[in-house]
């Protein structure tokens, strides 16, 4: 099966600094690829590449077998994203604008149950300007899903949230992911790694240096938790030219 997700030699300079070095990576329907590395590694611009908001120097990239450099609206339809930070619609109700996006859709999901199934039902009269960093994130969420995308990209999706949220978060992702969805996402917490992720990729210095189950790095480096392998494997790549 020909992966929904692939960058196969993406290379990506801004000016004269080189980011990404020939990054290789795909991620197949119903499964949950996350994007490790340190601070500055590249995942969010190997994001912004993938959703087509950002131009690559060269390599292959292709998401639902299509080039985002050049994707239409329709193609826009089918692939969600949750950003870093996005700031947009601050005077919208919630229930308002999931109704709303939704009609940019053919299929979309019914707002309804979308308030329901993120917990944003106690505040959807509520305008996202008041909403909590957490409750805002699950509204995030909500609108990536509302064209039931068959690509989901999510950039540290769970920073902000409290412990009880960012189950709930994980456990919509996976559900999202069973319905067939491929999802790429980057994070620092390794736990949430663990518990939404069916593979991991590590990101250093330009080019992927893991691919694969936790449990392989975790078994690799002899360690019993993700984080020590991890931070095992950074060590590893350490002096390696960036
Ligand atoms: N618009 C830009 N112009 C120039 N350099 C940029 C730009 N955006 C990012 N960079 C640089 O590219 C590198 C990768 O940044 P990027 O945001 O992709 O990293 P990241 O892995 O997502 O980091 P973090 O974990 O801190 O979010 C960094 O060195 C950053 O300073």
């Known amino acids: 099966m020909s992966p929904l997700v692939r960058a196969a030699g993406l290379r990506m300079a801004y000016g004269a600094r080189e980011v990404l070095r020939g990054v290789d990576l795909d991620v197949h329907r119903g499964e949950v690829l996350a994007l490790l590395g340190p601070n500055g590694a590249g995942k969010s611009t190997t994001m912004e590449i993938l959703e087509g908001l950002r131009r690559r120097t060269s390599g292959t990239v292709e998401v639902l077998g299509r080039d985002p450099g050049d994707a239409d609206d329709a193609w826009r339809g089918r692939v969600g994203v949750v950003l870093q930070s996005w700031r947009d619609h601050a005077d919208w109700p919630v229930d308002a604008l999931l109704r709303h996006v939704a009609l940019y859709h053919d299929d979309p999901a019914d707002p309804a149950e979308l308030t329901a199934r993120f917990g944003l039902t106690d505040f959807s009269d509520r305008r996202v300007r008041e909403l909590s960093g957490g409750q805002r994130r699950r509204m995030d969420l909500a609108l990536a899903v509302a064209g039931r995308p068959e690509a989901l990209f999510l950039d540290e999706p769970t920073v902000g949230l409290d412990p009880r949220s960012r189950r709930a978060f994980h456990d919509a992702v996976r559900s999202i992911a069973a319905e067939g969805v491929a999802v790429l996402a980057t994070t620092h917490d390794m736990a949430e790694a663990e518990r939404i992720a069916d593979r991991i990729a590590v990101l250093v ?13 975790a078994a690799e480096h002899g360690t019993g938790s993700l984080e020590d392998a991890y931070l095992a494997h950074l060590d590893s790549r350490e002096g390696i030219a960036p």
């Open 205 to 217: 210095a330009g080019r992927i240096t893991f691919d694969g189950p936790g449990e392989e790095l």
